[in-house]
């Protein structure tokens, strides 16, 4: 799996893998609810900077603080083991 943001080999694969996001749009919070336990949850605004990084424990029901986060499009990639999925979400 080839990070686009950040240009590198991540050594992940792109797996096919059912991951919620809500509410959408958010304004506070974000709730992830994920088919695999997940490790971690990365959100980038729309250049490819990271805006926000969450360390989870394993855990298939995570919450995000985007409260900070100005209005627009960003992209999260949750990390499952050795797995990552990229999904987008509106901030209001």
């Known amino acids: ?34 088919e695999r336990p997940l490790t971690g949850a990365g959100v980038y605004d729309q250049t490819g900077r990271q805006v926000a990084f969450e360390v989870l424990n394993n855990s298939s029901w995570a919450v995000v ?10 992209t999260i990639r949750l990390f499952a083991e050795d797995f990552s999925k990229t999904k987008k979400f509106i901030k209001q």
């Open 1 to 34: 799996y080839r990070d686009h943001y950040l240009g590198l080999d991540a050594g992940l694969t792109e797996l096919e893998w059912n991951a919620e996001l809500y509410p959408v749009p958010a304004s506070d919070i974000l709730t992830i609810r994920s």
């Open 65 to 74: 603080e985007v409260s900070d986060l100005p209005q627009g499009v960003y």
